[in-house]
């Protein structure tokens, strides 16, 4: 049972299976309709000869009574033409009105031993049909079919009955010898169609078998391995090109994740020594005086700072890519969201003696969370005053372009290199030797421009750099302008 189930479950054996049944469908379909066309066709030349047969049957009885040498009856008349037309397999018979016979050509062939003696029955078989119109029936007479050819005439102002009758034994002979014909080639055909069936499906599937073997040796430990392309043009090879593409992103997904999760350990564990050594180092002595524990205290709460930054980035892009972080979407004005956030940081800006200046081309309405963009303009204003040398400047646009706003944040900082440019939006990504950044600075983990550039997506627009030099570097947001309810 398990090995009927494993074979039925076999792409080959299934599109074998097809294939036969709807060979042996169209077989046998355009079998049945060639025999009913070619019988119909037999049967319709067999009707045909018929009425030729008569015709030329009443032409030589009209030639016989109109002769110079007339019979002396109609009798003779009619036997004269029965002795002239004698063809295997056809009997001529003529009946007066009252259905008796006036003359009956004899039974030959075959059909004479068949119908020997029985000339009587024979009659009695023909002689309903006198009060048919013209016309051809089928009868069956000792066994055999025939074909009566019915045609009313008049002999000597006397109507009379001709009834041509044809054995259909040659006809119905090459009518079986085509059934045992279909009957022979029919399963051959089949069986040959189905063997090359399944050569066909064996040699068309053999790339799928051999690509699912290849498939089941890539693992994690092997993502660079790929599959073999035989043909890239047609549908296999299209496929295995898809299944390779598809390999590849997950090779990048899984390189994201691995370095996602370093950059997260070495990011973690940073405060975390920090916090267990001077833990250690405050229990290390048993009496401090009250400045050392607060210089203590206050390292131990800045780590602690620094670390919960960290995990509420972490766990907020970890809710952003499960989609479990919807958006509330307000109405709100863009440029009094962004002169609040210039206004608010001011005061880290002044530490650094660094300007910071807002400018609005105008009211820009939007519909949006304006939490999250808070947060995205924030992050932004926050790495430019990072990055800003002191004595530096920072400055805020917002607009519009188009069917979109825009809210860009300029510094005068060092600028990135081209080379770094690309990454820049990368998990826990920071140029730090580019932009003469250090730990000392109060920086972040490097996931402020991933979660701003996430927060511009979800709003269906995007954060781009727009220009790095060494002039500084200019982030532009790019947010659509979405139609208000009502």
């Known amino acids: 049972m398990d090995g009927t189930v494993a074979m039925f479950s076999s792409v080959r054996i299934r599109l074998t299976l097809w294939y036969t049944a709807a060979m042996t469908l169209i077989l046998v379909m355009l079998a049945s309709v060639m025999y009913v066309v070619i019988r119909q066709n037999v049967v319709k030349r067999a009707d045909a000869q018929a009425a030729v047969l008569a015709d ?5 009885v009209n030639a016989e009574m109109g002769d110079g040498t007339k019979p002396d009856s109609i009798d003779e008349g009619v036997s004269a033409a029965i002795s002239e037309h004698r063809f295997p397999d056809v009997i001529f018979a ?8 006036i003359g009956m050509s004899d039974i030959s062939s075959d059909e004479k031993r068949s119908t020997e003696g029985k000339k009587e029955a024979l009659l009695s078989a023909l002689r309903p049909l006198l009060a048919k119109p013209q016309a051809v029936h089928s009868e069956s007479f000792a066994g055999y079919r025939f074909r009566s050819y019915v045609r009313h005439f008049s002999l000597e102002q006397q109507p009379a009955t001709l009834i041509v009758l044809q054995s259909m034994r040659r006809e119905n002979d090459f009518l079986d010898t085509l059934t045992d014909t279909f009957v022979i080639i029919i399963p051959l055909t089949i069986l040959i169609a189905g063997a090359g069936g399944y050569l066909l499906a064996r040699n068309s599937l053999s790339p799928v078998v051999a690509m699912g073997a290849q498939a089941s040796r890539i693992g994690a430990e092997n993502l660079e391995a790929r599959l073999s392309v035989r043909n890239p043009n047609d549908e296999l090879g299209r ?17 994201r994740q691995r370095r996602f999760v370093a950059d997260a350990s070495h990011e973690l564990r940073t405060p975390v020594a920090i916090l267990c050594g001077e833990t250690e180092v405050a229990l290390a002595k048993k009496e401090r005086n009250e400045q050392e524990y607060r210089e203590i205290l206050r390292i131990l709460a800045d780590e602690s700072r620094r670390l919960k930054r960290v995990v509420e980035d972490l766990f907020t892009l970890a809710r952003a890519d499960a989609g479990q972080l ?22 880290l800006a002044a530490a650094k003696q660094i300007s910071v200046s807002f400018e609005s081309f105008g009211e820009a309405l939007i519909r949006g969370d304006e939490g999250l963009l808070r947060r995205m303009l924030l992050n932004l204003l926050d790495n430019a005053i990072k990055y800003t040398p002191a004595a ?28 770094l440019q690309p990454r820049i939006f990368e998990r826990f990504f920071r140029a730090d030797k580019a932009r003469s950044r250090s730990e000392s600075d109060g920086g972040g983990a490097g996931l402020g421009l991933s979660i701003s550039s996430w927060i511009a997506s979800a709003h269906g627009g995007k954060l ?20 208000l309810p009502g």
């Not at 003529?94 to 016979?101: A, H, N």
């Open 326 to 347: 919807p958006l509330s979407c307000t109405d709100f004005y863009l440029d009094e969201l962004a002169s609040e956030c210039t206004k608010n940081v001011r005061t």
């Open 392 to 419: 530096g400047s920072v400055a805020v646009r917002c607009g519009k372009h188009g069917d979109s706003y825009f809210l860009s944040v300029q510094d005068s900082g060092p600028g990135i290199p081209i080379e």
């Open 56 to 60: 030329t049957f009443l032409s030589t």
């Open 94 to 101: 003529v009946f007066d009105p009252q259905g008796s016979l």
């Open 464 to 483: 781009e750099l727009t220009r790095s030099n060494a002039e500084g570097s200019v982030f532009t947001a790019i947010l659509p302008i979405q139609p």
């Open 239 to 255: 496929l295995a090109r898809s299944f390779n593409q598809l390999l590849d992103r997950i090779s990048i997904s899984f390189d």
